[in-house]
């Protein structure tokens, strides 16, 4: 029978270790799951869209397992690696490091998404999240776990990954895009931004990039702004110029391939190519232009023949070889908008988003708008480095912008004009505040470090307090309350603390009115005491008090 009993209420070891894993947190084992679905995800996405352009291909160039390790390429090429393609006719191979810029949206999405529900667990408001490393540590782990097979299998391909770029950019990628996405599910905050600024920027500057609630401040929201109108101009100069040369743009279409789906595919390469074309625009109004190749640079003031581009539809807005006219120096209004916009943000920051500091200064402001400008160099620098890269050996070694000239150029001209524009916003609306009667606020004085603490509002006074308070169950009770007229008694309040100390009697039994002050000679031993004597009736002198009264007559 005790067999039995052990058998049926104990468990067994396999039962004991399966329920202890089945209540434990999840942890890593989300995180892992979570960022290899990303990665499959990912590749299932441009596998498919290889695919249906390999079936749909008149003439395809290599059967399914081409088409598989191409996609797996491209999924590479995505997160910035640079492919090298080995089959060139020359047989040396030609590295080719331009990432379409619309394609790395899916990686980077995903890993986000994943990163994010992994933090939260599917938990509700009430419930904790997941700690934060372990499920960015997770996602990343996981997000790893897929890459790394898929590269090995996309080596075997044309397009071979470069291991290089390949163990830098996916890792870079997959640890920013999950970190974004933990920071999201836990509400933002600002604590690791405020580290890292403070080891980047100094005291002074960090409030221009960080708000104190959290928020970006006015340089970081004018940057932004800046950058954002920098690549809308740039799109909106790339549309116009592919209208001024549309019909070299329609021909492109029939030179490069013939049918709908050549023709198709050829119009998706494009449309994953307008980011960076809109990046090569606007680097091309800021003046320093992109290059075609190894000294073939594209600029405003003039552009020079590449005779080894092949026919694309977006190398046909290129300008037309010579030098720049009026025409081509119009873009110049680009770069002035931006940095219009961009003084209008840290002007309008300088008189309502001053924070502790109040309204800004002059040189305040002005330097400002010069860190505001700074840090859309910065921003339009990455943007320009991204969009460009090799497409082959030799002369065609450097294609696209070049990142620090693009960057220095947007410092220079969006410093100059956002600072002349801050200046005149903000004495705008100084003048503005001005007219409508209120105080000028140039002439507020910043709060100090250490504020004066305001006078306490006058209140009613309360009754003191005892030292020592009384137990619940033995509280005396309330005391009777007292007319206006009638005079203070101390002895009123004192039956309770007599009881307590053991006093005999009560002194309101000895109340019997015979006195005039309503009070009888305490019970022994305390009747020795003299009898207060009955005060004197108005306009009769006080015995009492003798010597008062002689002291009293004795003054002249």
């Not at 073939?296 to 003039?302: E, M, Q, R, Y």
């Amino acid at each position: 029978m005790a067999g039995v009993i052990q058998t049926t209420v104990r468990r067994s070891m396999p039962a004991s270790l399966l329920l202890r894993v089945r209540h434990r947190s999840p942890g890593l084992a989300n995180g892992l799951v979570g960022g290899a679905l990303a990665a499959g995800l990912g590749l299932a996405a441009f596998t498919v869209l290889v695919m249906l352009l390999w079936v749909s291909s008149p003439y395809p160039d290599s059967g399914p397992g081409g088409a598989l390790h191409v996609a797996a390429a491209l999924w590479l090429l995505a997160h910035g690696a640079e492919l090298v393609r080995v089959d060139t006719l020359s047989g040396a191979p030609a590295p080719m490091g331009v990432p379409p810029l619309l394609l790395a949206v899916v990686p980077v999405w995903l890993l986000h998404r994943a990163a994010r529900d992994t933090a939260e667990g599917g938990a509700r408001d009430n419930a904790p999240l997941m700690p934060g490393r372990t499920a960015w540590a997770g996602v990343v782990l996981g997000y790893l776990a897929v890459a790394a097979p898929a590269a090995l299998y996309a080596a075997g391909g044309a397009l071979r990954p470069s291991w290089a770029w390949t163990a830098l950019c996916v890792p870079l990628v997959a640890l920013v895009a999950a970190g974004t996405g933990v920071w999201t599910a836990y509400g933002r905050p600002s604590g690791p931004l405020e580290q890292v600024l403070g080891a980047v920027l100094p005291r002074g500057a960090r409030h221009l990039v960080l708000g104190p609630d959290g928020r970006p401040g006015v340089a970081a929201r004018a940057a932004a702004a800046g950058a954002t109108v920098l690549v809308a101009g740039g799109a909106v100069l790339l549309t116009v110029s592919l209208g001024w040369h549309f019909g070299e743009t329609r021909r492109t279409f029939g030179r490069l391939t013939e049918g709908w789906s050549g023709w198709l595919a050829v119009l998706l390469l494009c449309v994953t190519l307008l980011p960076n074309a809109a990046v090569w625009a606007a680097a091309y109004a800021l003046g320093p232009g992109f290059l075609l190749g190894t000294g073939v640079a594209v600029t405003p003031l003039g552009a020079r023949a590449a005779p080894l581009l092949p026919p694309f539809p977006l190398l046909a807005a290129v300008p037309d070889p010579g030098a720049g006219t009026a025409l081509h120096g119009t873009v110049v209004a680009l770069p002035l908008t931006a940095g219009v916009v961009v003084g209008w943000f840290v002007g309008r920051g300088s008189v309502t988003g001053g924070g502790r500091f109040g309204v800004w200064t002059t040189g305040r402001t002005a330097g400002a708008a010069a860190f505001a400008a700074g840090l859309c160099g910065v921003l339009m620098a990455l943007l320009a480095g991204l969009a460009g890269g090799p497409l082959g050996t030799a002369a065609l070694a450097r294609f696209g912008p070049v990142w620090w000239q693009v960057g220095l150029a947007t410092a220079v001209w969006l410093g100059l004009t956002a600072a002349a524009t801050a200046l005149t916003v903000r004495a705008w609306r100084l003048r503005r505040s001005y007219r409508r009667g209120e105080r000028r606020a140039d002439r507020v004085v910043a709060p100090r470090r250490r504020p004066a603490l305001p006078r306490p509002a006058r209140r009613e006074r309360l009754p003191r307090r005892t030292w020592f308070k009384r137990k619940p169950g033995r509280s005396a009770p309330a005391p009777a309350p007292v007319a206006a007229d009638e005079p203070y008694l101390l002895l009123d309040d004192d039956d309770g603390d007599d009881r307590a100390h053991g006093a005999p009697g009560d002194l309101r039994d000895l109340h019997d009115g015979t006195d005039p002050f309503g009070l009888r000679p305490r019970p022994e031993p305390l009747d020795d005491l003299p009898t207060p004597s009955p005060p004197a009736a108005p306009g009769t002198p006080n015995p009492a008090r003798p010597r008062e009264r002689a002291k009293r007559d004795r003054r002249p």
